[in-house]
């Protein structure tokens, strides 16, 4: 039986729930599964969820969105399509985050026609795989999410330590918030106050909850 769960995201400085992301078990699972049934399937299975109200809708929900499926597939890109309008007639707030994959020259112009649904077009996972510069500038998010692998940078023994901070001032002219993955340690946490960082989430401040089974 498959799974819907969620992870808060939270105000850095005053530690307190913002929103939460909302992910289906089976795109984890499964991960290495593309069709368009699965995908389909999680999406209809967290809709109903919500619509059930076996998810909490009381703080902007974040939904990722499969950039490979919305170029490859138009039924997958009809199913995003109608969830976003279900919710935002419902005058649930949705923001979508774009997964990593790799994805068509479509891509562009399907956010465009996603963004007026949701609150935010968040890019997720950025600095792993597809998540880098090229597709910030081809999508023009509202919101990143720095991987988690970055956090790792953070550490004052790390090689790479402070492109953390220099990865956040390349972005903070763009007007792009961000939102910080894998905080694990308060050390992490204070590190990202000290430097600007508002908004994130990871195991340290809140682990993932099951909200519905399905």
């Known amino acids: 039986m498959a799974t819907i769960r969620s992870q808060t995201i ?3 400085h005053s530690e307190q729930p913002i929103g939460h992301e909302i992910f289906h078990s089976s795109l984890r699972t499964q991960a290495h599964k593309t069709c368009d049934l699965l995908h389909t399937k999680a999406l209809a299975d967290t809709l109903k969820a919500i619509q059930s109200a076996k998810i909490r809708m009381d703080s902007p929900a974040y939904i990722n969105v499969s950039c490979q499926r919305l170029t490859d597939s138009n039924r997958y890109f009809r199913a995003v399509l109608y969830l ?3 919710l935002q007639s419902a005058e ?3 923001r979508i985050e774009l997964t990593e994959e790799a994805a068509e020259s479509t891509l562009e112009r ?3 026609l996603l963004r007026p649904l949701c609150d ?9 795989l597809s998540s880098n510069f090229d597709r910030l500038f081809t999508i023009q998010p ?3 999410k720095f991987d988690q692998t970055l956090m790792t940078t ?4 790390h090689a790479l330590h402070g492109f953390y901070q220099r990865l956040l001032a390349l972005i903070v002219p763009m007007n792009i918030e961000i939102i910080a993955e894998g905080i694990e340690t ?3 946490l204070t590190y990202l106050k000290s430097i600007g960082i508002t908004k994130g989430q990871g195991f340290y401040l809140s682990k993932p909850v099951i909200q519905a089974f399905v």
């Open 10 to 12: 939270f105000c850095l």
């Open 84 to 86: 976003l309008q279900t």
């Open 92 to 94: 649930h707030t949705v």
């Open 110 to 112: 399907r956010v465009s």
């Open 120 to 128: 935010q077009v968040i890019l997720d996972d950025f600095g792993s």
């Open 142 to 144: 509202d919101a990143i």
């Open 154 to 157: 953070t550490d004052e023994t």
């Open 186 to 188: 308060p050390k992490q």
